[in-house]
């Protein structure tokens, strides 16, 4: 596989980037100098190879997607982040509710995961939550339940009384099989403060994901990205999560979400190029070293770039999703869902060979 990066020398035309080449081909570990310098880069095609080449040594040309479904129960939510557009108060005209037959209406064993995440509800008991996981459960029992993310852990722990590990094992004991890997935002405190001062500090989000992996619940793990961070946020938001890695090696996969505008408090924040994009994407593949996954959200990277991305380091082009709302009450251009036979010809137009996984990562077939 040598031969892939055989040329680097004559292509490549930043010089930061040939000490990273010589740690990637040696299989070492980049540092934060290194991670750094890659969010400094402007030779993105290079960075690219270095970050498909890494995804090649773990996958060859597989790029892994999955039949899947989002539910959101509810979008009251107690909190309000200013980056969100999805959380309506108790009361307000947009507020909803779904009923338990709704939830029953929108899951079937076709589904190999069902993601359920919403909003924290002021009033809902956390038994309301256990109910809704048992009762999906009875009626989809093949399909493997990805449910709630530390924050929503975080807040069922503060209305039960109950400690983190106990909250979780509840959940397992109720038929989550894994836990998503929102609302970890960024980590950085001052930027933390400015997107969603009232959510769960970065810590706690790390130490929710810790005691899930103890107990032996697989988890993913998020950035939101393209608002106020700066290259070294990104970098440390990175390090945190490798570091929790290296103890516990209970995430999947890693997902950058790019920051939606459109209709939130944020709306004036300045976008960014194309460009940084892909180069989250090729970071989060050469640093976390020890992440299985980097999955590109086609929701809010949009469709086509979600296709280029599988160029630079990807190994995940997430699932069918059927209907996303939280993002998309935010402004997100992309479909709300997708079939299994657009991911089908989506990676193999861009050269790679799909499989189709469940939520735990099982191969359950490959389109050669
Ligand atoms: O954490 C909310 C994000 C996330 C906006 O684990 C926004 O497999 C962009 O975590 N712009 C939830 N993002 C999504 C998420 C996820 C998605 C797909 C798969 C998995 C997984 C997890 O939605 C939140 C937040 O970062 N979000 N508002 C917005 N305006």
Redesign the pocket.
């Known amino acids: 596989m040598e031969e892939l990066l055989e040329n680097f020398d004559k292509f490549c035309f930043d010089k930061n980037l040939f000490g990273i080449r010589d740690k990637v081909l040696d299989n070492s570990r980049i540092d934060i100098n290194d991670a750094l310098n890659i969010m400094a880069t402007n030779d993105i095609n290079s960075l690219g190879q270095l970050a498909a080449y890494k995804k090649n040594q773990l996958h060859g040309r597989k790029v892994y997607f999955v039949v899947n479904r989002h539910i959101n129960p509810t979008n009251v939510c107690a909190i309000s982040c200013k ?4 959380g309506k108060p108790k009361g307000s005209k947009d507020a909803y509710e779904m009923s338990m037959d709704k939830i029953l209406s929108l899951v079937n064993d076709e589904l190999k995961e069902i ?1 359920i ?1 919403g909003g924290l509800h002021p009033d809902w008991e956390f038994e309301k939550y256990l109910n809704i996981v048992r009762e999906v459960s009875k009626a989809a029992p093949k399909s493997h339940i ?1 449910a709630f ?1 530390a924050v929503e852990i975080d807040w069922f722990s503060q209305i039960s009384g109950k400690p983190v590990s106990e909250v979780v094992s509840s959940l397992m004991d109720a038929g989550v099989d894994a836990l ?6 960024i980590f950085a405190p001052e930027v933390r403060k400015k997107i969603c001062s009232p959510k769960t500090t970065g810590d706690s989000w790390l130490e929710v994901h810790r005691e899930a992996h103890k107990l032996g619940m697989p988890s ?1 793990a ?1 950035i ?1 990205y393209g608002h106020l961070e700066s290259d070294h946020d990104v970098v440390d938001h990175l390090n945190k999560l490798r570091s929790l890695q290296d103890d516990t090696n209970g995430f999947f ?1 890693f ?1 950058p ?5 459109f209709n ?1 408090s944020l709306k004036n924040v300045k976008p960014f190029p194309f460009s940084y994009d892909l180069k989250v994407h090729s970071l989060a593949r050469l640093f976390l070293d020890n992440f299985p996954y980097i ?1 590109a ?1 086609w ?2 990277l949009g469709e086509k770039a979600a296709q280029v991305a599988l160029h630079y380091g990807i190994s995940d082009a ?1 699932g069918t999703i059927v209907s996303e709302k ?2 998309h009450d ?1 402004g ?1 251009k992309s479909e709300i869902g997708h079939t299994r036979d657009f991911f089908v010809k989506m990676i193999k137009d861009a050269g790679y060979i799909p499989v189709e996984r469940d939520a735990l990562y099982n191969e359950l077939k490959i389109y050669e």
Request: aromatic fraction near 12%.
């Open positions: 980056f969100c557009a999805f993601h995440v990805k993310t998503p890997g929102g609302g970890a935002e993913n998020t939101l996969a997902i979400v790019l920051f939606q505008p939130t999955k959200y929701i809010t997430d939280i993002i935010a997100a």
